[in-house]
């Protein structure tokens, strides 16, 4: 298990099948789950909130919701206390404004308010919300419940782990995948029910005229001060156009702000064997039932979070509406985060099929964040002997060709007509890479190095 461990450092481990045309191959994807956290209200909440409903799975992973996909609940203080938060009491002025230069945010405390304690600023507060629910509505427990079709009264089935598997596709792996089903050893294939990841998102949406105002009345400040000092004249009036100028250029629109924390179900040999104990062989279906909604044996692990930041503007000519430009933002800032932990956190990273060979072509583009030159593994697929486990075997490297357009696939690109060239004809619908000469269609798949 090891080897199958070692030999894959990403996503969607498992056999691609040839099926129905080049791009059409099956191939095992990592399992994902979202939730929107609630963040208080914001301006055209509403549409924001309707965009993010209606944004497109990702594609290249499986989908895996389960309960609420919804995040609404607040903190106590009592549990940031039990979380480490509150505790450290600043008891001198020297501690509090040093504090405040810091921009942490302070609340005064104790007799009289004379001393001072550091509140959870806003990630600390989303972590809170999330870990605290987390582990109150046992979504680890869910998830696995999912991967066997639990029902209420303790049933269970592997037809979802046989059919995300993907184990092969010949007559002989189709017996092994029996065989698995039966003796329950599809429980080690880790990197399978392992590789199911929960994505929690919360957006903040605010116009930009108070923030740009505040920074121009600064500036403004700074000039009057300098003028009393005797600046030349000429020197002030240049330095008030400058500041107006920025402020016009800066006030209109919204400021869209999306924050995302990934987490990753544990999974692991040691975990498989008792789960096969106390699940998979356990006769009583009701003590099974038990068993998966309370034990602390799995959780989740928190790998990490993004930040992406979006300028939201309605230029002059525009023909989308504030809701169609704010569905379009919505939509491309939350693209821009996943490209963004697929590039910080390997393990989520997915691989895409080859469309074709000579020129090396795949179906990916900027909705993935692809940028020229950039380096891509070529991965084949390959059986363990000993684990019977399939994993990705890196044949060659290749990379985005920097000569050639990137496809633009984001949301919206059609419409704008970014895909044509200046003749007005249509560009490919693919990015054409150069490097490994072996690669083929409908056996290997590329994956960001």
Known sequence: MKIAILTLLGVCIGVIIPAFGQDQIKYRRSSLHMVLVESGSYPNKESVVKAYKTYPFP???NKHLVGSEFLQRNVSEAEFKMLGFLKDTLKN??????????????????????????????????????????????????????????????????????????YSASEQDKELAAKMATSADYLYDEELIGNTFTVFCKFK??????????????????????????????????????????????????????????????????TADIFKQRYITEADPVKRKAFLDTTNLIGLTFLGDQTSTTLVTFKIGEKRTEDQVIDLSVKRNIDKVFAQLQKEYQVFRPVSPISTNNPLTARIGLKEGLEPGQKFEVLESRKDKKTGFYTWASIGTVKVDDKLPIWDNRIGAEEEGVNKDAQGNPLPQFTTFKGSSDAQPGMHVIRLK
């Not at 923030?211 to 600046?231: L, P, S």
């Not at 400021?255 to 040999?269: A, C, H, P, Q, R």
């Open 205 to 270: 949406f605010y116009p930009n005229e108070p923030v740009a105002r505040i920074i121009k009345e600064a500036a403004m400040v700074e000039v009057n001060k300098n003028a009393q000092k005797g600046v030349p004249d000429f020197v002030t009036q240049k330095a008030i156009k400058g500041i107006e100028e920025v402020y016009q250029r800066t006030k209109e629109g919204y400021t869209l702000i999306t924050t995302t924390l990934l987490y990753k179900l544990n999974w692991d040999k040691a």
């Open 93 to 166: 002025p020297m501690l509090i404004t040093k504090a405040v230069a810091q921009l942490k945010n302070v609340k005064m405390v104790g007799p009289e308010g004379k001393f001072g304690v550091v509140l959870p600023n806003s990630m600390d507060s989303m972590r809170a919300k999330v870990d605290l629910s987390i582990k109150k509505d046992h979504l680890a427990n869910q998830l696995l419940a999912k991967w066997f079709n639990a029902d209420a009264k303790g049933n269970f089935n592997t037809e979802l782990i046989l059919e995300r598997g993907k």
């Open 59 to 61: 594609e290249k992973y």
